[in-house]
């Protein structure tokens, strides 16, 4: 191209120059025109290879990049093609980099290792020439997809407003202001680089220093660079970056996944905002390593104690030493598996107010992610509406931006008292959430809240707050008349069932066979709260059910609330909670969104899982249902290895590991390398890795897992790799049919990872597709429940759902807030709380049965041992009824007999003994320490895991086998029988079960068992005393862990029911008798007969 002598400016991240003082057509031409292949992050000429071409970078796109600026974005930078963001292979001559291992290719071992080689350039100078690039780019020019202005946009586009007038800095009365711009002085710039500018005092102005002095301003025509401009607009934004606000919830959603701020080299890292979201707090060492100690020093006792235990039997009570023996052992593994995933116990801290700082800012639409919560419940008559509409109300009052929240409600009975109850609680949210959010309450729930005993003015100082909550009182109180004259009405239901307000026959009225339902009570824009805001969504949805269709309970419901809220919502994060665990921290999801949405680690969270905490328990907790030991203890151990396991409610969880996608894949470290060794040794490496290259290439076999950082391109799903792009999609279509169901819509939905729906779509269109995806035959021949969403199987659906996710690599995150997050209720009388251990257990024997027994299933995934340990723990601990029983009644045999399964003790044994009891006591004291558990808590945890092992876990498992194997559903019923009035009156109710024969067998054969020991003992004199006392000590410790058991017979007045005791006093005369038909008092050759010495005959 012919300049005629004119002078050329121009940019290299707008591929263009300009020829000073030329006319229009000529002003601005692409540099290809110009010149050969120019790098386009310094401006350098692209080099040419030996072979005589230019260098290439990129096979893919041959985006032109210098070798110099090649060798630093593959070591400092992120080692992919600006444009097409391919990752850079290794050329000959380059050093190696982490990541090359993966790749096929021949090794270049003079050059592999060579990082100090960069051949024409130095670090700094292309640190500074890339940093200058990135500068030039996103100031409002368009561009394309790889970042780069097309040829056509500079055409098209004016010049008189685009390109400033170049000056020194000074002001010219002439020129606009926006058309200011500043020439690089000629000591900043050497060639196409630029340097890093030294920082100078504001308050001092930059003198200009031209080369030319007295030339006027005008001839240097046009300039493409505006620094001026530039600079303000870097101010501007640091100083948004830097602004602390205060937090405000609300607005809509952006990015958050990772922030633009992330990327920005601009701000500074010690900035409160870029700082985590969340850190561990280690247990101090000063606690957890005399614990550990504890806990090796205990299998070492364990080992001398079964080594002495095996050398020395009982030969004349064989069978009751070999008998104890194996219950034993089996209690040792069984402590193994429960005591090893406490091993590394962590707590956590969360910082809410870099929450805000991150994702809300000042005069900004919030960037925190949405949520979707669920609401499961099915008989309004088992679960009162009016605890259901306290939790709902919670959850509408959350503390959270209103339009990132939607609350959806499972009726998996269609009931209408619920539908009705939710339309009543829809128009009370109205006053209620205003008021919340106004005075800042807690809890959430006008239930609880109205009931606490508290000072509710503490630390209330609005004039208003008095007069405000009396009028709100009011209108709860109005509320709870409404809904309870609504349960009043459903006790009695009409022979034609219910009719809707319009004379609609209610589409539930059989429950096992009606339609689908789905109703939008808040959310829309025509319903307000009292103050004229929005209002968060509220949406009750009943799924459709027909004879012949299996729905599988809990689990289904809750995964056709998944489709429902992907089609309609579709928030990238889900809670679900019972319907009788209401919303206790207004927080909690801020506390949540500490773990999902922390940018370093959050990535691999798959759920954040809550403790459960309970309202009216009495203070002495007398059958564990706080299970304080699990929730502090541990749930606390397994967050410091893969995490807690999922508990069923009070959970937050990533939609994504819902769908089954596996956890981001981990950077593989560096390679180790030899430096150290001759280069004979690295020769010999090379040779091996080429080997191996080789050998994995014929090998190759398709990847098990799927890569879920990939979930945008299709093909990748199921590790498809079609030559044709139509035909992929297409396939690629099949499969995720196959896999979500037949949903269009819905399968969209899967393939965004930060959730959202579309602008453009109609509710009624969403409404109908929702409607589809609850079909009773929509998961048929798909992967739901297998694979997607919470899984079926078992009754404790939870422990599944959780395991399956930990398989796929996810890990899960513990937080304990200061103020509980969730509270329910809990069952605290005595036949409900076996009732309830029973059901868990259940689900535990299912999953031991099934194909997905931690056992033997998920290996090769990312599940950890000790992770493993637990889970194959919470599977297993039924069967451990089968020793405890067998080893409870044991001490009875002993005093009946006059037998022991321990011979005389020495005291070698003596010591073994004594170590082992007081490291029971050492390791469970040490625990409460670091667990902040109190004694109470923990001997009720003991006590309560006799009570449930021989009672509800025998049944448990019976009833487990007879399901599994022969295909038998047994049913325990529960009658309720007696009540009392008063404070914590459900305590003494007594319901008959047949859970309670077994505990009250025991415990009135051991009582027997003591009557006759210490009777033969009285009887046999002084020498029957000594051996007596083991024996004692056995059954003593069997009555004591079922005291609570025996105090729950008793009732509040000393009372049993006639059928406790008929069965119970049946049992142990049977046990008795046979006691003595087989070895009574007296010797089998009779009675023996000695002379007195008298003479009767006188």
Known sequence: MDTRGRLIAGSHNRNEFILINADENERIRSVREFSGQICQICGDEVEITVDGEHFVACN??????????????????????????????????????????????????????????????????????????????????????????????YETSPLSSDIPLLTYGEEDSEISADQHALIVPPFMGHGNRIHSVPFTEPSVPLQPRPMVPKKDLAVYGYGSVAWKDRMEDWKKRQNDKLQVVEHQGVNDGGNFGRNELDDDPDLPMMDEGRQPLSRKLPIASSKINPYRMIIILRLVILGLFFHYRLLHPVNDAYGLWLTSVICEIWFAVSWILDQFPKWYPIERETYLDRLSLRYEKEGKPSELASVDVFVSTVDPMKEPPLITANTVLSILAVDYPVDKVACYV??????????????????????????????????????????????????????????????????????????????????????????????????????????????????????????????????????????GFEHHKKAGAMNALVRVSAVISNAPYLLNVDCDHYINNSKALREAMCFMMDPTSGKKVCYVQFPQRFDGIDHHDRYSNRNVVFFDINMKGLDGLQGPIYVGTGCVFRRQALYGFDAPAKKKPPSKTCNCLPKWCCLCCGFRKNKNVKTKEKKKKPKHREASKQIHALENIEGMNESSPEKSSIVSQMKLEKKFGQSPVFIASTLLENGGVPQNVSPASLLKEAIQVISCGFEDKSEWGKEVGWIYGSVTEDILTGFKMHCHGWRSVYCIPKRPAFKGSAPINLSDRLHQVLRWALGSVEIFLSRHCPIWYGYGGGLKWLERFSYINSVVYPWTSIPLIVYCTLPAICLLTGKFIVPAISNYASLVFMALFISIAATGILEMRWGGVGIDDWWRNEQFWVIGGVSSHLFALIQGLLKVLAGVSTNFTVTSKAADDGEFSELYIFKWTSLLIPPTTLLIINIVGVVVGISDAINNGYDSWGPLFGRLFFALWVILHLYPFLKGLLGKQDRMPTIVLVWSILLASILTLMWVRINPFVSRDGPVLEVCGLNCDD
């Open 410 to 547: 499972s009726d998996d009975g269609a009931a209408m008292l619920t539908f009705e109850a939710l339309s009543e609680t829809s128009e009370f949210a109205r006053k209620w959430v205003p008021f919340c959010k106004k005075f800042n309450i807690e809890p959430r729930a006008p239930e609880w809240y109205f009931s606490q005993k508290m000072d509710y003015l503490k630390n209330k100082v609005h004039p208003a707050f008095v007069r405000e909550r009396r009028a709100m009182k009011r209108e709860y109180e109005e509320f709870k008349v409404k809904i309870n004259a609504l349960v009043a009405t459903a006790q009695k239901v009409p022979e034609d069932g219910w009719t809707m307000q319009d004379g609609t026959p209610w589409p539930g009225n059989n429950v096992r066979d009606h339609p689908g339902m789905i109703q939008v009570f808040l959310g829309h824009s025509d319903v307000c709260d009292v103050e004229g805001n929005e209002l968060p969504r509220l949406i009750y949805v009943s799924r459709e059910k027909r004879p």
């Open 60 to 153: 893919e796109c041959a985006f032109p990049v210098c070798r110099p600026c090649y060798e630093y974005e593959r070591r400092e930078g992120n080692q992919a093609c600006p444009q097409c963001k391919t990752r850079y292979k290794r050329i000959k001559g380059s050093a190696r980099v982490e990541g090359d291992e993966e790749e096929d290719g021949i090794d270049d071992l003079d050059n592999e290792f060579d990082y100090g080689n960069l051949n024409s350039i130095g670090s700094q100078e292309v640190s500074e020439a890339m940093f200058s690039a990135r500068l030039n780019t996103g100031r409002g020019y368009h561009s394309n997809a790889s970042g780069i202005p097309t040829h056509l946009e």
